[in-house]
T-cell receptor, first 116, second 119 residues
Framework: DVKVTQSSRYLVKRTGEKVFLECVQDMDHENMFWYRQDPGLGLRLIYFSYDVKMKEKGDIPEGYSVSREKKERFSLILESASTNQTSMYLC???????????????FGDGTRLSIL | KNEVEQSPQNLTAQEGEFITINCSYSVGISALHWLQQHPGGGIVSLFMLSSGKKKHGRLIATINIQEKHSSLHITASHPRDSAVYICAGEFPQGDWFGDRGSTLGRLYFGRGTQLTVWP
C-alpha cells in the first residue's frame, strides 16, 4: 500500500520564521504535490514536481518554495512565515500518467500549521 | 481555463436515502476523480474515470463526456458515509515527455460537498 508521510501533524511557528514541511512517499512515484486547504476555498495547489529537481508553480506559490533533491522526498518551505499562511497543508503523490487516463493521487494525513 | 464546479455545497440525508452529488467541468479532461475526506483530514481516492460508470460497494460514479458532467451516487446511505466529497478534473497540460495529452498528474478541484447522514 502506498504511504505518504508528512513530518508533523501539528506545528506552531512564529511570524518571520523559516518553516520546513517534509513529505516522503515510499512507492517510487514521479509526481508530488503540495496543497493548502482552507475552509470555503477547498484544495489549492502551491507547487508540484514531476521529477527529481523539477518543480512547477501551482495557483498560489507566493511566499513558498520547494525542494526535491530525491525522488521520494518533497519539501515545502515558507521563506518568512506570516499569519495568513496558517492553514492545513497536504502532500500527495502519483505515478506518471499512463497511456490511457490518469493516475490516482495518494495523500498524506496533513500538517495543521499555525503561525503566531 | 480548467474549471470544476461541484454541487450541492452541503447535503443532509436520512440513513437509507439515495444520494447524488454533481460535478461539471469546463473543457475536455483526461480523467475525472472523486475523493473522500473524513473529519481529521485524511483524503482517499474513491474513483478515477474517463468514460462510463464505475461501482464500488454502495458507491457509483458516472461520467458523461459530451455533457462534461459527472455524478457520484451513494445507495442506502449510512452515517459512516458522512464526509466531504471532492471531485477533481485532470486536464492535458501540453506536450510533456513526447505526449501532447500529458496531464503531469495535476488535479483541478471542486470546492467539495459536505455530506451529513443522520441515523
Amino acid at each position: 500500500d502506498v504511504k505518504v508521510t508528512q513530518s508533523s501533524r501539528y506545528l506552531v511557528k512564529r511570524t518571520g520564521e523559516k518553516v520546513f514541511l517534509e513529505c516522503v512517499q515510499d512507492m517510487d512515484h514521479e509526481n508530488m504535490f503540495w496543497y493548502r486547504q482552507d475552509p470555503g476555498l477547498g484544495l489549492r495547489l502551491i507547487y508540484f514536481s514531476y521529477d527529481v529537481k523539477m518543480k512547477e508553480k501551482g495557483d498560489i506559490p507566493e511566499g513558498y518554495s520547494v525542494s526535491r533533491e530525491k525522488k521520494e522526498r518533497f519539501s515545502l518551505i515558507l521563506e518568512s512565515a506570516s499569519t495568513n499562511q496558517t492553514s492545513m497543508y497536504l502532500c500527495a503523490s502519483s505515478l506518471r500518467q499512463g497511456a490511457i487516463g490518469g493516475q490516482p493521487q495518494h495523500f498524506g494525513d496533513g500538517t495543521r500549521l499555525s503561525i503566531l | 481555463k480548467n474549471e470544476v464546479e461541484q454541487s450541492p455545497q452541503n447535503l443532509t440525508a436520512q440513513e437509507g436515502e439515495f444520494i447524488t452529488i454533481n460535478c461539471s467541468y469546463s473543457v475536455g479532461i483526461s480523467a475525472l476523480h472523486w475523493l473522500q475526506q473524513h473529519p481529521g483530514g485524511g483524503i482517499v481516492s474513491l474513483f478515477m474515470l474517463s468514460s462510463g460508470k464505475k461501482k464500488h460497494g454502495r458507491l457509483i460514479a458516472t461520467i458523461n463526456i459530451q455533457e462534461k458532467h459527472s455524478s457520484l451516487h451513494i445507495t442506502a446511505s449510512h452515517p459512516r458515509d458522512s464526509a466531504v466529497y471532492i471531485c477533481a478534473g485532470e486536464f492535458p497540460q501540453g506536450d510533456w515527455f513526447g505526449d501532447r495529452g500529458s496531464t503531469l498528474g495535476r488535479l483541478y478541484f471542486g470546492r467539495g460537498t459536505q455530506l451529513t447522514v443522520w441515523p
